[in-house]
């Protein structure tokens, strides 16, 4: 651990390996997916190359990648083993979750101002996956799958991280769904879901849920219920509402149910599940069992079992005014629907009354018409440049999009 390490001057093994995990449940494998080389751990001590002799080596290939006019995508980072959920400190240190059982915790900076990371610190290693991180008044909190801990001072410690404090470890222990992405919220208190420990069941409190605690891990209260696993969420830069996208239940065909996109402006809404999927689609084992509602149906429907995890509102200024206070959403792709769908970012417009009203792909390019993937998005983060960085936890990598007119 604490060990500073070079990014972009790296030397490579190389192997072929499946897709990675995917976020929505049931197995492990991931259909359709490409092989790729297996993103390298960073070598200690190696030989310096200039940045187009390291993109011709990695063969990346972004410009696969389609965008509406104007937009251009660019590796920010890569060989970071399974890049999950992302982070900005305010001082510009990203930090980067890992889902894997022994997973690490990276840091990455771009010194040097090119828009690529050229340092990376290991945080953390061996940590029971370590999905979530969030930063506050100098501290890392990381989000393994019963509990949540902390790393003080982290922002003057990349080189040498101090001994974690747990927070609280009163979160279930079951790995389905057990993963964890985590935010502070405008209210100071830090978000934390738990996911259904099954593809459909009914379970009680916690499970199916979005929690938040203090950040003393005192103070533990459901936000919102009926939820089966969100691994994504943000406030609304205006209102201050919490927006989430949710993982909709298998085996239900290839075309239903569809993923969702919610919005919980106060606490204690249940959103449905297993009870209701989408806009109001009974399930086909629990929906004739419903307890009495209300429930809340989706803000939007997104595709169906498209893996919507990482969603945020663009508040920056680069993009063209009309991206402005919109939601990107980074969908990780199905993993047994027939036909493939999802490895991509779509794009959730709200109207003038805060409702969602549209959705739409805004960059695809990591899946093949054949279903094949040599990338999967994860989360995505604003910079404050206002480009959006894109985690890929397939490819090891992070991408950076950004914006010129003409």
């Not at 794009?347 to 959705?359: I, M």
């Not at 995505?380 to 480009?387: A, F, I, K, N, R």
Request: hydrophobic share 40%; glycine share 12%; net charge negative.
């Amino acid at each position: 651990m604490g060990n500073r390490i070079s990014l972009f001057v790296l030397t490579f093994a190389v192997f072929v390996f499946a897709a990675c995990l995917d976020a929505g449940g049931g197995s492990n494998t991931s259909g359709g997916a490409a092989e790729i080389e297996n993103p390298p751990a960073p070598a200690a001590n190696p030989p310096s190359i200039t940045g187009a002799e390291w993109r011709e080596k990695h063969k990346l290939p972004v410009e696969k990648i389609k965008m509406p006019a104007g937009f251009k995508i660019d590796v920010f980072a890569y060989g970071i083993t399974n890049a999950r959920s992302l982070c900005l400190s305010p001082s510009g240190t990203l930090f980067v979750g890992n889902r894997r059982n022994n997973g690490n915790v990276y840091a990455l900076k771009d010194t040097d101002g090119d828009f690529r990371a050229d340092e990376v610190f290991v945080i953390a290693e061996n940590l029971f996956m370590p999905n979530g991180v969030a930063f506050r008044d100098g501290d890392l909190y990381v989000a393994e799958v019963n509990r949540v801990i902390v790393f003080r001072d982290i922002k003057n410690r990349l080189a040498n991280p101090p001994a974690y404090e747990v927070v609280t470890d009163a979160y279930p222990g079951d790995t389905h769904h057990g993963w964890k992405f985590i935010r502070f919220g405008p209210d100071g208190k830090l978000y934390v879901p738990v996911g259904a420990p099954c593809n459909v069941c009914e379970r009680p409190d916690p499970y199916a849920g979005i929690t938040r605690i203090n950040h003393d891990g005192s103070g533990f209260e459901i936000v919102a219920r009926g939820v089966r696993n969100t691994v994504g969420f943000d406030w609304h830069p205006v209102t201050k509402e919490l927006w989430f996208t949710d993982n909709g239940r298998d085996m239900m065909g290839d075309d239903v149910p569809p993923d969702e996109l919610n919005h919980a402006p106060r606490l204690g809404m249940h959103f449905g599940f297993p009870y209701f999927h989408g806009k109001g689609i009974p399930d086909p084992e629990f929906g004739n069992s419903a307890p009495a509602g209300p429930y809340t149906p989706a803000a939007m429907e997104l595709g169906p079992h498209v893996a919507s995890l990482g969603m945020r509102f663009y508040t920056g200024n680069m993009f063209p005014a009309e991206y402005r206070n919109q939601i990107f959403i980074a969908e990780h792709g199905s993993w047994n629907r027939t036909v493939p769908l999802g490895a991509r970012v779509t794009l959730v417009k709200l109207g003038d009354d805060g409702e969602a009203k549209s959705y739409h792909v805004f960059a695809e390019g990591w899946q093949d018409a054949h279903g094949q993937r040599w990338g999967r998005p994860v989360d995505v983060e604003l910079m404050p440049d206002g480009s959006m960085l894109v985690s890929d936890d397939h490819a090891g990598a992070i991408y950076r999009i950004s914006y010129e007119s003409n």
